[in-house]
């Protein structure tokens, strides 16, 4: 039996996050955040004072950062170079450039590595999201899920979750407009793009509640498993 490679990918927003982390936990198989990576190399770049504008200094400097993803549904946290950067890739700076550093394709090719052998690594199997999942990174996954939600839906979950961090309106009026211009940026890139895989099950979550979306993935791959 080859190991279990269950891949989600969607938009910001569209719960992947969150769902492909109780999928990981419910079915005892290991978690990979791709986003968290392609963060992780965004904020080496910005500390290490490469203009992430100049695609052509970027990919020179790609190779240089070492970073290693945790695994663990509850909480996997990121190095580079040993440090821990979960905290800080969540940060502005990082959210507001790392679509323009994903877009080299000598940094994706970096990454994708890293993702199989994470991949591999896995015991039981994994639990991978991101942008190209089922396109790019894990072609042959026992399945795949596209997760999308509308607009609005998007941008109302994320703007409840700010509140609830005490994030003062405008600054959350200011997120909403950056997510609307990552997911266009990483639509529209020409390497790996943001789309469904061809065999990807489209699931949209707007009227959906966190369990149902849960279980629906859940009996997805069991059907397929
Ligand atoms: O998932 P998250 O919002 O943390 O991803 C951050 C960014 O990383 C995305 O906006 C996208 O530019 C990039 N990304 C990507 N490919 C992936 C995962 C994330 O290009 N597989």
Not at 27 to 39: K, Q, V
Not at 73 to 96: K, L, M, Q
Not at 117 to 128: E, K, M, Q
Not at 138 to 165: C, N, Q, V
């Amino acid at each position: 039996n080859a190991p279990v490679v269950v891949a989600i990918d969607g938009p910001s927003g569209s719960g992947k996050s969150t769902v492909s982390r109780a999928v990981a936990a419910r079915l005892g198989l290991s978690f990979l955040d791709t986003g968290a990576m392609y963060r992780a190399m965004t904020w080496w770049m910005l500390t290490n004072g490469v203009d992430t504008a100049d695609a052509e200094a970027v990919a020179i400097a790609c190779g240089k950062p070492v970073i290693v993803s945790g695994t663990d549904a509850d909480g996997p946290t990121i190095t580079v170079d040993g440090v821990d950067v979960s905290g800080p890739i969540r940060g502005p700076e990082v959210t507001a450039q790392v679509s323009a550093v994903s877009a080299v394709p000598a940094v994706r090719t970096r990454l994708v590595e890293l993702q199989r052998d994470c991949a591999g690594l896995a015991p039981r199997g994994i639990v991978a999201e991101g942008r190209d999942m089922g396109t790019v990174v894990f072609p042959d996954a026992t399945a795949k899920i596209f997760l999308t939600a509308s607009a609005d839906a998007r941008a109302e979950r994320r703007a409840a979750e700010l509140r609830g961090k005490g994030v003062d309106e405008a600054t959350i009026a200011a997120m909403a407009a950056d997510l609307v211009r990552r997911d266009t940026a990483d639509s529209s890139r020409s390497t790996s793009p943001l789309t469904q895989a061809e065999d990807a099950v489209l699931v949209d979550t707007s009227a959906l509640t966190l369990d149902q979306v849960i279980d629906a993935v859940v009996e997805l791959v069991a059907e397929r498993a």
